[in-house]
């Protein structure tokens, strides 16, 4: 396993990284609520586990068309939270960070 998916399974375990419900705990001016459905807080939970607007994305990720039955929990986590849309989603949140304060980078 590479250093990249150790850390994406880390945050999506955690909910440690570029989700607007932990970003939010950091700046004050950045709104929980996830961007991708505006229905709740967005966790990596959430993401992974109900948000409405990735429903497709999940089905289509442990489908057998994509050899989703065959897949271990990690891989199809790391496959949720690689799918481009996802990715998307994490590079609105880091852009939406720096745009909040540039000088003062969550640890
Ligand atoms: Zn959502």
Known sequence: MSTKELTTLTQAATGHGLFAG???RWRESL???????RE???TSLHLWGECPALGLERTQLSSV???????????LILDFFEHEKVRGLMNVNSEWLKESDPNNPPT
């Open 31 to 37: 709104l929980p609520t996830c961007k991708l459905c």
């Open 40 to 42: 709740t807080e967005e």
């Open 65 to 75: 068309g994509t050899g989703g039955r065959n897949k271990t929990p990690h891989r």
């Open 22 to 24: 932990h970003l939010s």
